[in-house]
């Protein structure tokens, strides 16, 4: 028991000097936003997780493939990860980005036409779990 009790006030030590000195979780941080940028890809992959909302079969008409949200890749491959200290933001500029990930009603007239929401950004609980292990790795090793 002295042991784990020994181990753990370890750990907080570390966890302590961490906190005060944020520029040593830059590199766990990064990785991180590895974690999420590959999730979010492996959800365009597998066509979302949960799965996406089907395609109208108009759209299926006109469309050159089956995977829904990767006609052109310019969505998926627009992601990026911008580090700052001890925090990591993941996303998008794409102007559509909002109207396929939210959904959007509609409106009447060309482009306006209703679109399910296909949420892509969303992480599995083996990337949180990957995540923590990054930062429990860091916090031992220091």
């Keep these: 028991m002295a042991e784990f009790l020994g181990g753990i006030n370890e750990v907080i030590?570390?966890?302590?000097?961490?906190?005060?000195?944020?520029?040593?979780?830059?590199?766990p941080v990064k990785k991180g936003g590895d974690v999420m940028l590959k999730s979010i890809r492996t959800n365009f992959a597998v066509g979302g997780r949960p799965k996406f909302t089907a395609l109208a079969a108009s759209t299926l008409k006109r469309k050159k493939g089956k995977q829904i949200l990767v006609e052109s890749r310019g969505l998926r491959d627009s992601f990026e990860k911008a580090p700052s200290g001890n925090k990591i933001e993941v996303g998008t500029n794409a102007v559509h980005a909002r109207r396929h990930h939210f959904g959007y009603k509609g409106k009447s007239g060309r482009g306006h036409s209703p679109t399910p929401a296909r949420p892509y950004v969303s992480f599995q609980p083996e990337d949180i779990i990957s995540i923590g292990s990054l930062f429990r790795r860091h916090v031992i090793s220091r």
């Excluded at 030590?13 to 590199?27: C, F, G, H, I, T």
Aim: no cysteine; aromatic share 0%.
């Design 13 to 27: 030590r570390r966890a302590r000097r961490l906190q005060q000195n944020a520029s040593q979780l830059e590199k």
